[in-house]
T-cell receptor, first 115, second 113 residues
Framework: GAGVSQSPSNKVTEKGKDVELRCDPI?????LYWYRQSLGQGLEFLIY????????KSGLPSDRFSAERTGGSVSTLTIQRTQQEDSAVYLC?????????????FGDGTRLSIL | GESVGLHLPTLSVQEGDNSIINCAYS??????FIWYKQESGKGPQFIID?????DKRQGQRVTVLLNKTVKHLSLQIAATQPGDSAVYFC????????????FGQGTILTVHP
């Protein structure tokens, strides 16, 4: 079956612009997660969604970052007024449910470069 | 300011050798642990997981060992192959952090033919 799909795979934009990153989870997975991977910070958690529950946004680095999950499936991560420090690979993962006994499966990420 | 990248530990082995990659975790409340393999330009790929009620779990050519006393996790790869060359991450979750994986810094494994 298809894995987690992310688009675009690469995005280059100018500082100050807004960007939207998309994630299609594995079919049937109710939990969806966003992480960020950068050279200086490693892999860090941003936000997760479980079904129709309120998302856990505790990892979002600033109010310029937001995420939505429509219809319990596709998710978009939006970064407003991008800064150079936002340059990173943004990874999406999904799992069957949110509890700690289910592995998270990752997409290949969106490589974001802010000029 | 200057950007400083992470300096990852490295492990270099010959094809056919066994490899052991180690990871220390920090949260004593963590009860679920995962090993991931990441190749260049790809996302982390699930290898094997283990729950805190176990101290060993085996998969195909891989074994994970968990020592909760010293908060240590290891991944053993038998008969390492060039295709095993990648960055390996351990990840933990549990306690009040359900759903949030905390990743280790990663180890670069290089397998020489």
């Amino acid at each position: 079956g298809a894995g987690v799909s992310q688009s675009p795979s690469n995005k280059v934009t100018e500082k100050g612009k807004d960007v939207e990153l998309r994630c299609d989870p594995i079919s049937g997975h109710t939990a969806l997660y966003w992480y960020r991977q950068s050279l200086g910070q490693g892999l860090e958690f941003l936000i997760y969604f479980q079904g129709n529950s309120a998302p856990d946004k505790s990892g979002l680095p600033s109010d310029r970052f937001s995420a939505e999950r429509t219809g319990g499936s596709v998710s978009t991560l939006t970064i407003q007024r991008t800064q150079q420090e936002d340059s990173a690979v943004y990874l999406c993962a999904s799992s069957l449910v949110w509890n700690s006994n289910q592995p998270q499966h990752f997409g290949d990420g969106t490589r974001l470069s802010i000029l | 300011g200057e950007s400083v990248g992470l300096h990852l530990p490295t492990l270099s082995v010959q094809e056919g050798d066994n490899s052991i990659i180690n990871c220390a975790y920090s949260n004593s409340a963590s009860d679920y642990f995962i090993w991931y393999k990441q190749e260049s330009g790809k996302g982390p790929q699930f290898i094997i997981d283990i729950r805190s009620n176990m101290d060993k779990r085996q998969g195909q050519r891989v074994t994970v060992l968990l020592n909760k006393t010293v908060k240590h996790l290891s991944l053993q790869i038998a008969a390492t192959q060039p295709g095993d060359s990648a960055v390996y991450f351990c990840a933990e979750t549990g306690g009040t952090s359900y759903g949030k994986l905390t990743f280790g810094q990663g180890t670069i494994l290089t397998v020489h033919p």
